[in-house]
């Protein structure tokens, strides 16, 4: 079974394959190069920000799959460090004892649940829009890094699935948008770019969905995924 967000990432691929069909060069009957790299260039663009925003609702449904399901001390421990790690980012750089004591007092308090065994995930343990902010432009790097907090080793899924190639070809897609939101001119795309990144992104988001699911399925000592 998939995920919502999959079937969502369906949709915001269709996005871009409407835009595409503006492309006058598609039709064969115009030489508008012009229109025509203006609206791949966008496609790039949207194409980078959809897979991102993919990831983002992916692992936000993961964390709701996980509540009243997981015992905490099944939850990866990059993801419970990370809710601890908001309070010492705002803990270290203060250099007064009296001042830094009720700062620590407060993280004890709201992140102490993660820390004990025994208990049942609760909504208010996990926030995931501290965990999406880890996201940002989805490079190969990005994203690997982003799924290991949910205790996934992407690449080597990928490896094991025959699918390897994808993340590297992910990395020309993320190096061509920020060309392209940079403000450089020169950086075209054409037809056939957006079509074998479109084909991609729908691959990648498929592996990556089916990873995520056995991830839910292992934090909540199923044998199946029931988002």
């Known amino acids: 079974m998939s995920s919502l967000a999959l079937g969502d990432l369906g949709g915001r691929l269709n996005e871009i394959r409407r ?3 503006m492309d006058p060069l598609r039709s064969g009957y115009s030489d508008d190069v012009a229109t025509g790299n203006a609206i ?8 980078c920000a959809h897979l991102e925003g993919f990831l983002e609702e992916l692992v936000t449904e993961a964390i709701d799959s ?9 939850l990866p421990l990059t993801l419970r460090a990370l809710h601890a790690e908001e309070h ?11 001042k830094r004591a009720p700062k620590i007092e407060r993280m004890f308090k709201e992140e102490s649940f993660l820390w004990s065994s025994g208990q049942v995930l609760e909504a208010a ?19 690997r890094q982003f799924l290991e907090l949910l205790g996934i080793d992407i690449e080597q899924y990928l490896t094991n699935i025959g699918q390897e190639s994808l993340l ?41 969905d089916e990873a995520v699911g056995l991830a839910v399925m292992r934090m909540c000592n199923m044998t199946s995924v029931r988002w």
Do not use: F, W
């Open 19 to 21: 835009l595409c069909r």
């Open 40 to 47: 791949n260039r966008a496609c790039v663009v949207l194409l």
């Open 66 to 74: 996980l509540v009243g399901r997981a015992m905490v001390e099944r």
């Open 88 to 98: 010492l980012r705002e803990i270290e750089p203060t250099r007064d004892r009296s």
């Open 125 to 143: 343990m996990v926030r995931p829009k501290a965990v999406c902010a880890e996201m940002s432009n989805p490079s190969s790097r990005e994203v």
């Open 168 to 208: 590297g070809k992910i990395n020309g897609l993320v190096a061509l948008r920020n060309s392209i939101a940079h403000g450089e001119v020169t950086a075209s795309a054409t037809a056939a770019d957006v079509d074998q990144y479109l084909n991609v992104v729908g691959e990648l988001g498929r592996s990556i």
